[in-house]
Nanobody, 127 residues
């Protein structure tokens, strides 16, 4: 059962920007933190950025720290990933994930620590 719904992926040239959205399809969904992961062909799913349920704590993978920003709109429970200065190595399927148990912190960066997942949205950055 799909709990999270991503949108906003697409094809962009290097240096461009995209904004991904992650909405919840469930009327009530208890999550203690939400994150974006990405997966390139033949690679493992990797953590990109995460945000706490209140939105006051954010964590980033080092290669995106100065280029991406994760934020949330608690009014509609949507989490966004603003991606600037995109590089070809940012190409992959981006997944939104939600953690169903406490705690959620800077150590919650493994895919198996998250229970809720979206279907993914493709991001392709051309050289």
């Amino acid at each position: 059962q799909v709990q999270l719904v991503e949108s906003g992926g697409g094809l962009v040239q290097a240096g461009g920007s995209l904004r991904l959205s992650c909405a919840t399809a469930a009327r009530t969904l208890t999550v203690y933190g939400r994150a974006w992961f990405r997966q390139a062909p033949g690679m493992e799913r990797e953590f990109v950025a995460g945000i706490s349920a209140t939105g006051d704590s954010m964590f980033y993978e080092d290669s995106v720290k100065s280029r991406f920003r994760i934020f949330r709109d608690n009014a509609d429970n949507t989490v966004y990933l603003q991606m600037n200065s995109l590089k070809p190595e940012d190409t992959g399927v981006y997944y939104c994930a939600g953690r169903a148990t406490w705690p959620w912190d800077a150590a919650t960066t493994r895919a198996n620590q998250y229970s809720y997942w979206g279907q993914g949205t493709q991001v392709t950055v051309s050289p």
